[in-house]
């Protein structure tokens, strides 16, 4: 009896020793640690932007499409505008884009996942078939719906993408918050009197964190992606505004890009994909540090 009685005692570090063994293994994993530390890099020279450049990311000038020099380190376009301050001023919006999206995805997605799998029964059954619907519509088709009806603008971008992404991460908590809604703990819960709302904050979302936070560093890569194909299709953020897709786009636009202005397209794709590996990198690595079977 006495040694039933102490048992939390005993359980309570554990689990915060999960969490430890998970950030030490994540240390060992080399390339995530180096995605973690260059998307931080890459995300501090975005905010920097006005500081590390002496050009405004749309004032133009006489110099166009000049090849790299010590004046313009990666040259000039059509209008003669500098690509680093270009490059720099579009991982803001790239990178903003693809936290933004992945985090109106994750505050619907989790709330609505948590919900149906709590509920159970048939409000589960409505509730993921809605899911099932939605997911069987093109995105595409859905973007430029509401391109077409409301223009184009960053924060229907944020929205439109966001509101795509949710569904996947619904489905992830929903199965995770059945598996353990029967578990003693969340039956000790209810035993003491604790309401819905209480048991779903306090006890079924801190369980499917690890997944979550798997599924945030995956997505916002993802979505980045999403944004560029969308800004190539001339479906991105309107101009003077640019992010890694339009840049792409421009340069790809330009006559005789590849051949004879290369840089166009060179340093905005290189960015583009530097800061993809680094976050999926980063995003295997927290995969492996928090998978279960590990712990």
């Known amino acids: 009896m006495h040694h039933n009685s102490n048992k939390p005692v005993v359980e309570a570090p554990r689990g915060r020793s999960l969490w430890y063994q998970a950030w030490r293994r994540l240390l060992r994993n080399r390339m995530a640690v180096a995605g973690g530390v260059l998307s931080i890099a890459i995300a501090m020279c975005a905010i920097a932007a ?28 059509i209008h003669g505008r500098d690509l680093l301050t270009r490059v720099l001023y579009g991982a803001r919006l790239s990178l903003g884009v693809g936290l933004v999206a992945t985090l109106v995805s994750l505050f619907i997605g ?146 005789n890009a590849l051949r004879i202005y290369w840089w166009l397209l060179l340093f905005p794709g290189a960015a583009m994909a530097v800061t993809l590996f680094a976050l999926n990198f980063l995003g295997d690595g927290l995969r492996d540090a928090l998978d279960p079977h590990l712990r």
């Open 50 to 77: 006005p500081w590390i450049s002496p050009y405004g990311y749309d004032e133009t000038s006489p110099d166009q499409f000049q090849p790299p020099s010590f004046r313009h380190p990666m040259g000039t376009d």
């Open 110 to 255: 989790v709330g609505y996942g948590a919900v149906a799998g709590y509920a159970g029964g048939g409000a589960d059954t409505v509730m993921m078939r809605t899911v099932d619907i939605i997911y069987s519509m093109p995105y595409m088709f859905f973007v430029i719906i509401l391109v077409a009806i409301f223009g184009r603008s960053v924060l229907l971008l944020f929205v439109a993408l966001g509101a795509v992404q949710w569904l996947t991460v619904a489905r992830i908590v929903r199965g995770q918050v059945l598996a353990i809604k029967g578990k003693e703990f969340i039956q000790a819960a209810r035993a003491v009197g604790a309401g819905h709302a209480r048991i779903i904050l306090h006890h079924l979302l801190p369980n499917v964190l690890g997944p979550v936070v798997v599924y945030m560093t995956l997505t916002v890569p993802a979505v980045m992606l999403q944004e560029a194909f969308l800004s190539f299709l001339g479906l991105g953020v309107p101009p003077p505004a640019s992010s890694w897709g339009t840049l792409i786009a421009d340069g790809a636009s330009a006559i």
